[in-house]
């Protein structure tokens, strides 16, 4: 075994455990505990089937997280409609607990190279320029996530509250 195969096994561990740390959840829940306890009760899994944008994932735990790899979320309400566990209820529906980010080093038009790949598809016009350059996520944000995926150097970063 190499020193990096070594090191890479050693910290295994940790990734899994900083992903379910990290994990963003579908917006409507009451108690963030219920994921842990009703969703790996969950045979259908439902809520991942219904999802239109197919942002939602299960996890090797059995608890679902919103992926903004390929969408953003719409708020369209199936997966709480569709939640049997209770855990998702439209009762409880908020704002995604996220927090979008753009990477300033990464991003293009940081670099003053103009670029709206962010600000198009941006639905709540929570991205601001100043003049043609230098985006910032402003309060408008819902973190749904429709920005991220459509940067071209992945300078927008999203990361759990």
């Known amino acids: 075994m190499q020193r990096r195969e070594l090191f890479s096994s050693l910290a295994k561990p940790f990734k899994t455990k900083e992903k379910q740390e990290t994990a963003i959840r579908p917006p409507y829940f009451k108690d963030i505990n219920l994921f842990l306890t009703n969703c790996i009760e969950c045979k259908t899994k439902d809520c991942e089937k219904v999802c239109e944008e ?64 962010c600000k198009d598809p941006c639905l709540d016009d929570a991205i601001n320029f100043l003049g043609m350059f230098r985006p910032s996520i402003n309060t408008n944000c819902t973190s749904c996530g429709f920005c991220i995926k459509v940067c ?9 509250l």
């Open 54 to 117: 197919s942002i939602i994932k299960i996890l090797n735990d059995g608890t679902p997280i919103l992926d903004f790899s390929n969408s953003g979320c719409t708020y369209c309400n199936l997966c709480a409609e569709a939640c049997k566990n209770k855990v998702l209820d439209i009762e409880y529906k908020k704002q995604i607990e996220a927090k979008i980010d753009i990477d300033v080093l990464s991003c293009l038009s940081w670099q003053s190279t103009m670029c709206f790949s």
């Open 152 to 160: 071209p150097t992945n300078a927008i970063k999203v990361s759990s």
